[in-house]
C-alpha cells in the first residue's frame, strides 16, 4: 500500500529519487503514467497489469472507453529503479505533469501519485474542507 507525501527533488537528467517506504513495491519493475487531476502515477507491474486488464474488458465501440486508453497507456513509460532508488521521468511527461526540480510524491492506496508542488498544494488544501470532503464522498459508502 502507497501511503504519505513526500518532497524530492528532480535532477537536471529528469530523475526522481522514490520515497524509500514505496522501493519494495517496485522491485519487479514500474510503470510511470499520466494520470487524473494534472498528475503522473506510479504503478506496480501487478497493478499496471490489473489496469490493463480491466481496460481491455472495456467495450472498444464506447468513446470514453477508447479515449481513456489512449489517455493512459499511450504515454506511459516501463521501467525499473536505478541503483539509487531513482525512477527516470521522461521529458514528456514532467512537461505533462508541470514538473521542474521539485516534486511531491503522495501515495494513492495501489499507486503512487507525482505532482507538481504548485498543483498539489490547492489540491491538498482543498482536502482539508471538512464540509467539501463530507460532500464529495456521500454517496460512496464510505
Known amino acids: ?24 513495491q517496485l522491485d519487479a519493475g514500474l510503470v510511470v503514467s499520466r494520470w487524473l487531476d494534472d498528475c503522473l502515477a506510479i504503478h506496480t507491474r501487478d497493478g499496471w497489469d490489473a489496469l490493463a486488464a480491466k481496460v481491455a474488458e472495456l467495450p472498444i465501440t464506447d468513446a470514453n472507453a477508447r479515449r481513456f486508453s489512449r489517455f493512459i497507456f499511450a504515454g506511459a513509460s516501463e521501467t525499473t529503479l536505478d541503483g539509487q532508488g531513482r525512477v527516470l521521468i521522461p521529458g514528456y511527461l514532467r512537461e505533462t505533469a508541470g514538473l521542474a526540480a521539485e516534486a ?6 495501489d499507486h503512487a501519485e507525482i505532482w507538481a508542488p504548485a498543483r498539489w498544494e490547492p489540491y491538498r488544501r482543498s482536502l482539508e474542507d471538512p464540509a467539501a470532503l463530507a460532500e464529495a464522498i456521500e454517496g460512496l459508502g464510505i
Open 1 to 24: 500500500m502507497f501511503t504519505g507525501e513526500y518532497r524530492h527533488s528532480v535532477d537536471d537528467k529528469g530523475r526522481l529519487a522514490v520515497p524509500s517506504r514505496f522501493r519494495a
Open 104 to 109: 511531491v510524491v503522495v501515495g494513492s492506496r
